[in-house]
C-alpha cells in the first residue's frame, strides 16, 4: 500500500509539472476570445509533457554534475503537487464559466460524458494490464531498464558503466527519456521495482488520447463529433491491447505519443492559418508547443530525428506549395518549431558524443549511391511486407489504414486542404525513410524491417488517424 500512495503521488506531482508547462505554453489560447478550448486538451498536454519535462530535468541536473536522490526525487513530486494543484484551481474556474456560457443540449452532455468514461476507463484497464508484469521484453529491459538501474544505484548521470561499450551492450547511444523517468520512480520508492515504473507507459497513452480530442474539438469546433474520433484512436490495437504498445516498456509506444502530439499541433496551426480570420494567439503558439513534444520524441528513440526532419520537410513543402504570399512568416514558424527542438534535445546530443560506438547502423553514413542501388532487390519485398501488414493484417493490427484510404477516396478535395496534405506528405516521408532505411542497412531487409515494421507502423498510427478525423470533420468557415 505504501508502494501504491509513493507511486500515486508521484504521477501526481509528474502530472502537476506538465500543467504548469502546459498551462504557461497555452496561456495566450486560452485568454483568447476567439478560439473556445477544452479542458482535455490541458489534462492531456499536462500528463504527456509531465514525462517529458521530468526527464529533461533530470538529465539536466545530472549532465551539470549534481548527483541524484531520493530528496531530489521528493522535491520534484511535491513541487509538481503544488503547481498542479494551483494550475487546476485556475483552469477549473475558467472553464466552469466558459462552460455557463457555451448553450449545449442535455444529449451532447450525455454523449461527451460516455465517451469520457469510456476513454477513462480503457486509460484503467490498460494501467492494470501493464502492471500484471514486470519488464520482460528485451528492449524495455537491455536498452532501458538497465540503464534506469544503473542511474539509480550509482546516483549520476557521470559514471563509468554507461561508458562501457559491454555493458550497455549494442544501446550506449540510445536516448534516457524512459530510463531518467523509471530512475524517478526507484528514487521515490527506494529500490528497483520495474513493475511500478511501467505505469508511466499506459499514462502516456491516455494523454494522448485525451490531448487528441481537446486539439481536435479546438480546432474543429464539434466536439460531440470529436470523441467519436478519440475513442478510434483509443481502440487501435497496436497501441492497446498488442503486448509491444503501450502496455511494455518499449519505447515505440512513447513514440508513437510524443509524434502524435507533434502532428497535432502542426496541423492545427495549418488548419487555423487557413480560417477567414485566424486567431494570432493559436498561430503564435501552436509551433513552440510542436517544437517541445518533437524534442521529446528525439529523446526518446533515435527515430525521433527522423521523425523531426520530416515534419520540417512536409511543413516546409506546405508553406511553398501554399502560403507563398505569407513565405516569411512561414519560415520564421519553421524557424521556430526548429529551433525550439533543437534547444530541448542539445545538451543531450552534446553529451551522447562522448558516449561509445559500438554497432549501430549509421544510417546518414550509409547514404550512398552504392547501398542504395545494392538495396534495391530489397525494395520489392519491403514494399510487400507493410502493405500486407497495413491491409491484409488489419484484423490483428488495427483498421487504421483501410480507414485512410476510404476517407482519401470519400473526399478526395478536402485530401488537398494544406493540414490534410502535411500529414499525408509526412506519412509517406515515414514510410519512406523506413525502406530506404532498410535497403541501407548493413542486415538482411528480412531481419531488418521484418522485425521493426510492426513497432514502426504503430509509432504513426496517430498521424494516420488524425488525417481520418480531418477528412470527415468540416472545419470550413
Given at each position: 500500500?505504501?508502494?501504491?500512495?509513493?507511486?500515486?503521488?508521484?504521477?501526481?506531482?509528474?502530472?502537476?509539472?506538465?500543467?504548469?508547462?502546459?498551462?504557461?505554453?497555452?496561456?495566450?489560447?486560452?485568454?483568447?476570445?476567439?478560439?473556445?478550448?477544452?479542458?482535455?486538451?490541458?489534462?492531456?498536454?499536462?500528463?504527456?509533457?509531465?514525462?517529458?519535462?521530468?526527464?529533461?530535468?533530470?538529465?539536466?541536473?545530472?549532465?551539470?554534475?549534481?548527483?541524484?536522490?531520493?530528496?531530489?526525487?521528493?522535491?520534484?513530486?511535491?513541487?509538481?503537487?503544488?503547481?498542479?494543484?494551483?494550475?487546476?484551481?485556475?483552469?477549473?474556474?475558467?472553464?466552469?464559466?466558459?462552460?455557463?456560457?457555451?448553450?449545449?443540449?442535455?444529449?451532447?452532455?450525455?454523449?461527451?460524458?460516455?465517451?469520457?468514461?469510456?476513454?477513462?476507463?480503457?486509460?484503467?484497464?490498460?494501467?492494470?494490464?501493464?502492471?500484471?508484469t514486470p519488464q520482460r521484453f528485451w528492449d524495455e529491459r537491455a536498452i532501458f531498464g538497465l540503464k534506469s538501474i544503473v542511474l539509480f544505484q550509482e546516483g549520476t548521470l557521470q559514471n563509468e558503466a554507461l561508458l562501457h561499450p559491454d555493458f550497455v551492450q549494442y544501446h550506449p547511444k540510445y536516448p534516457l527519456l524512459i530510463p531518467l523517468n523509471e530512475t524517478h520512480f526507484y528514487l521515490l520508492l527506494g529500490e528497483v521495482n520495474d513493475r511500478w515504473s511501467k505505469i508511466m507507459f499506459p499514462l502516456l497513452y491516455l494523454g494522448m488520447v485525451l490531448c487528441f480530442q481537446g486539439v481536435l474539438q479546438r480546432t474543429t469546433r464539434q466536439p460531440a463529433r470529436t470523441w467519436m474520433f478519440t475513442l478510434m484512436l483509443a481502440t487501435v490495437p497496436s497501441m492497446v491491447p498488442w503486448e509491444y504498445g503501450f502496455l511494455s516498456g518499449q519505447g515505440d509506444g512513447p513514440v508513437s505519443c510524443f509524434h502524435t502530439m507533434t502532428l497535432l499541433y502542426l496541423w492545427s496551426f495549418l488548419s487555423e492559418l487557413k480560417r477567414t480570420e485566424p486567431d494570432p494567439a493559436v498561430l503564435k503558439t501552436l509551433p513552440l508547443v510542436a517544437g517541445m513534444s518533437a524534442g521529446m520524441t528525439v529523446f526518446t528513440k533515435d527515430e525521433g530525428i527522423a521523425f523531426f526532419l520530416i515534419d520540417l520537410i512536409a511543413f516546409t513543402m506546405i508553406s511553398l506549395f501554399y502560403f507563398r504570399d505569407r513565405l516569411l512568416s512561414m519560415a520564421l514558424t519553421a524557424v521556430k518549431f526548429g529551433l525550439t527542438t533543437l534547444l530541448l534535445i542539445t545538451p543531450w546530443l552534446l553529451y551522447r558524443k562522448h558516449l561509445p560506438a559500438t554497432t549501430e547502423m549509421t544510417y546518414f553514413s550509409r547514404m550512398q549511391i552504392t547501398n542504395l542501388t545494392e538495396g534495391v532487390a530489397a525494395l520489392q519485398w519491403a514494399v510487400t511486407h507493410l502493405l500486407e501488414c497495413m491491409f491484409l493484417e488489419a484484423w490483428r493490427w488495427g483498421l487504421q489504414w483501410w480507414a485512410l484510404l476510404i476517407s482519401l477516396f470519400a473526399f478526395p478535395a478536402r485530401a488537398f486542404r494544406p493540414q490534410q496534405l502535411f500529414l499525408l506528405l509526412n506519412l509517406a516521408g515515414a514510410l519512406t525513410a523506413l525502406i530506404i532505411a532498410g535497403m541501407i542497412a548493413p542486415t538482411p531487409v528480412q531481419e531488418h524491417i521484418g522485425g521493426s515494421s510492426l513497432r514502426f507502423l504503430l509509432q504513426i498510427s496517430g498521424g494516420a488517424m488524425l488525417f481520418i478525423a480531418g477528412q470527415w470533420l468540416d472545419d470550413s468557415e
Open positions: 500500500m505504501t508502494d501504491l500512495m509513493l507511486v500515486l503521488l508521484s504521477v501526481a506531482g509528474i502530472w502537476g509539472v506538465g500543467l504548469t508547462v502546459a498551462q504557461v505554453l497555452l496561456a495566450p489560447i486560452f485568454r483568447s476570445t476567439q478560439t473556445q478550448t477544452s479542458l482535455t486538451e490541458l489534462l492531456g498536454l499536462g500528463l504527456v509533457f509531465g514525462f517529458g519535462t521530468t526527464a529533461f530535468f533530470y538529465f539536466l541536473w545530472g549532465w551539470i554534475g549534481f548527483r541524484y536522490s531520493s530528496i531530489l526525487a521528493s522535491f520534484w513530486m511535491v513541487l509538481g503537487l503544488i503547481l498542479g494543484t494551483g494550475t487546476l484551481l485556475v483552469r477549473f474556474r475558467a472553464s466552469r464559466k466558459t462552460a455557463e456560457e457555451t448553450e449545449t443540449s442535455a444529449a451532447d452532455k450525455d454523449f461527451k460524458t460516455l465517451c469520457l468514461a469510456i476513454v477513462l476507463f480503457l486509460g484503467l484497464t490498460t494501467v492494470i494490464q501493464s502492471l500484471m
